[in-house]
């Protein structure tokens, strides 16, 4: 599992944003989705994921605002967190996101493109060629498994929690309840709104 090409990513990204326009900094915004969106510079923004450390995680999304329109990197895990960042950023800006750059194939970068689609009916997706070849690929059969043995995972990890007992088998300490009950909830809403 391995980005064949991570700089061609990273060359869209930066190329778009040095077209960025001048915006106002608001401040930090809190989310009860657990997440903040920071202003990173002129017209750049990120949506940071403040889940804590654990097994099953949500992407952190970028937005550069440009003169006429919106880039937004990555688009999180479910529809629902999609939909959540797209609110926050609709309190930065009422312009439309024209692109939408997918730096790979894992479902908590692509799976709310669908969002996006809806509300921006002329967007444009972009992405490395490897991409577009690894999703119905080995994105579709990682997806299939994850939905296929991930609940019964998602059920022993609550059953680890309820007995006080890391995966390890050793006492379990107050950070690891709190990630293994955040990647419960995590599993629990992808599995609920993953494509099939």
Do not use: C
Not at 67 to 94: E, G, H, Q, W, Y
Not at 99 to 118: E, F, L
């Amino acid at each position: 599992m391995t980005n064949r090409n991570p700089i061609s990513s990273l060359v869209i990204v930066a190329f778009i944003g040095s077209t960025v326009a001048a915006a106002p900094a608001p401040a930090p915004t809190k989310s009860p989705d657990r997440f903040e969106v920071q202003n990173l510079g002129r017209g750049v923004y990120a949506a940071i994921r403040k889940e804590p450390p654990g097994l099953m995680f949500d992407a952190n999304v970028v937005f550069i605002v440009n003169d006429a329109d919106v880039v937004v990197v990555d688009t999180n895990m479910t529809p629902s967190s999609a939909t959540r960042v797209l609110a926050a950023l609709r309190k930065i800006t009422s312009k439309p996101v024209r692109y939408v750059v997918n730096t790979h194939w894992h479902d908590d970068h692509i799976t709310g493109n669908q969002v996006y689609r809806k509300a921006f009916p002329g967007v444009e997706f972009i992405g490395q060629a490897t991409t577009l070849e690894d999703e119905p690929t080995v994105g579709a059969t990682n997806r299939k498994e994850l939905l296929k043995e991930g609940p019964g995972f998602a059920a022993f990890i609550k059953e680890s929690v309820q007995k006080g007992k890391s995966l390890a088998g050793q006492d379990l300490t107050p950070e690891e309840r709190t990630a293994y009950l955040s990647d419960v909830e995590q599993a629990e809403r992808y599995f609920r709104e993953a494509p099939g």
